[in-house]
């Protein structure tokens, strides 16, 4: 019987864009080095959930 996978909590790192006064979803770093200049625009941060699970309870504002 196949054992299940084990990976830590953070094992992709991920960015959420600010921009225009719009929360963007959040994209995987090589997605958003791939995006053109203009699309590159505005603040990027990683999310910040407080416990495991936590940034998918964040609202999404767009």
């Known amino acids: 019987m ?3 996978d084990i990976c830590d909590a953070l094992d ?3 960015v959420i864009r600010v921009h225009d ?5 959040p ?3 090589g997605v ?3 995006l053109r200049p ?4 505005g ?4 999310p910040h959930p407080d416990v495991g699970g936590a940034a998918r309870a ?4 767009g």
């Open 2 to 4: 196949p054992e299940p």
């Open 12 to 14: 992709q790192v991920c």
């Open 21 to 25: 006064d719009r929360i963007h979803l």
């Open 27 to 29: 994209s995987y770093l």
């Open 32 to 34: 958003a080095a791939a």
């Open 38 to 41: 203009m699309e590159q625009s």
């Open 43 to 46: 603040t990027w941060s990683p």
């Open 58 to 61: 964040y609202p999404s504002h």
